[in-house]
């Protein structure tokens, strides 16, 4: 059986609906159920931002304990035959494009490597003919013995694909719905293999059957009403945990940047929401990895601190080879937390927190017994 | 003495290095605890860089270094990490930690039961965490494991001894150390399983987590003193009748 929220606006309802008696009883539960989040997520509960900032931080530090975990994105390609109206990488935009060759790729990884990074997130855009799934086998494969984890934000492939790419070495899979408001999803996506919504909504359920350690969802904040986009995260959640007891979750809150093609928010999302947001899944899944990418600003990521989220990107470059060659011009938007690794790691210090580089071992994953 | 394998120990605290704010305050804390064993997750080092953050403030003259499998989903996973450890002069010490659900980190018996089998006969000295089940505790001890590992509550939960009744009996009836791992949150709980008569306790989370992680580690090295030292006194018996401390039985009237 197969992932199908309740249709969006039912959702929305849902939230509307909640009062502050709600709120307080989702406070006071001790396991939250979809009923609570719904609370925690509607506009009755913005008075209770406090309250729940300071669950979600004794919940955070409990599981996870003082550290955050340190990742790098790498960009391998900004081609893209998908035309989505609010990417930098949409086919029609008149950007710099650029696929890396394996030669690249090393460039690229040679340098991460040397800045200390560990885990890295392989990122493209969707042009499978020209980056399909051959491609990432061999990148994984260069890759796989010199960092600890190395997980693919890519298009939408099958689970025997997936299979593949774990055996090469892919440790994890994040693909975003982007919007799980079905009506807003066909109206920005607007050509392309990414219209096929319920194709991406199986994603993470394909990945997870491929055996992958851990599968990443998210929602493009920005698109639609975020509130009942947050509600739909924690029932997808809550079923990937149901049917696939052994897969590590993560949730991404990517608000809409700047990008090529010049698309504005149609539902913006400010930070009390964003962090309304965080905190609400934090309380309804006290495990799921919560990542804050540079998207945000450095007075946000540092303020958050131990507050919910667990990964933190860091240096990031998002234009395919930039991290060699440093050019912004053909990267998908523009990142707002433009500090070094080493800055990043020292905010993080200065705020009693332990920026961890590596936490996991290729080791897990070695095919072959090498010993 | 506590005595595990051909290693002898003073301190029954083992100590884990998870979660602490930074290598130093974990390096601090460690000392402060007085511990002598102390669990590493290997995913979380690099054996191969002698600058690794934990490795280099770890001093393996004061502590045994006992890796652990954190991570692993089935025994090969944490069969190949063992390898991979012992190859890179990790040692033949592991604590075995097969944990198949990434969101309770509870132990997997059968693939802990497969793994410590295959471990033993490979030479490894092998401590499984486990579930409190005393009849996996037997087999695991059959199998040829150097202690047995059970948990008072789910691992960084800081529940305390809910496995209480469960763990009284694997003391029991054990014939190898029996140290009690995961779910420890307070100095008093470490305690309460040290007067049960547990050869050590493993704590992690209530001491990296703790307001101040130093004093914390002192309060649960002298926990487990207190504890120990209760377990060899003898605690007086449990009665639900009141019972006075200077007796009057009524019974002046004898002749005796």
Redesign the interface.
Known sequence: MKFSPPHFDTLCQQIQACTAHDVEQALLAHTLGIKDVAALLSPAAAPYLQQMAARSQKITQQRFGRVIQIYAPVYLSNFCTNSCAYCGFAAENKIKRRALSIGDVAQEIDILAQRGFSHILLVSGEAPKMMGVDYFEEVALLMRDRFASVSIEVQPLSQEEYSRLFNAGITSVAVYQETYDRKTYDKVHLKGKKCDYDFRLDTPARAAAAGMREVGIGALLGLSDWRAEGLALALHLAWLRKKFWRTGLTVSFPRLRPAAGNFKPLIPVSETDLSQLIFALRLFDHDVGLLLSTREEARYRDGMLGLGPTRYSAGSCTAPGGYAHPDISGEQFAVDDNRSITEVCTAIHSKGFDPVRKDWDPVFQTQLNAF | MLTISDKTFTSRLFTGT??????EIMRQALDASESQMVTVA?????LNDPGD?IMKVLDRNKFFFLPNTS???DAE?AI??A??A??SGGGHWLKLEVT????TLLPDPVETLKATEALVKDGFVVLPYMNADPILALRLQDAGAAAVMPLGAPI???QGLLTKDQIAIIIAQAQVPVVVDAGLGAPSHAALAMEMGADAVLVN?AI??AGDPVKMAMAFAKAVIAGRLAFTAGLGPQSIDASASSPETGLGFLHR
């Open positions: 998870g979660k602490f704010s930074s290598s290997l995913r979380r080092i690099d953050d991570g692993a989903r996973e190949r990490l390898n991979m012992r190859a198949p659900d990434p969101r960084g939960t800081n989370t990296a987590v």
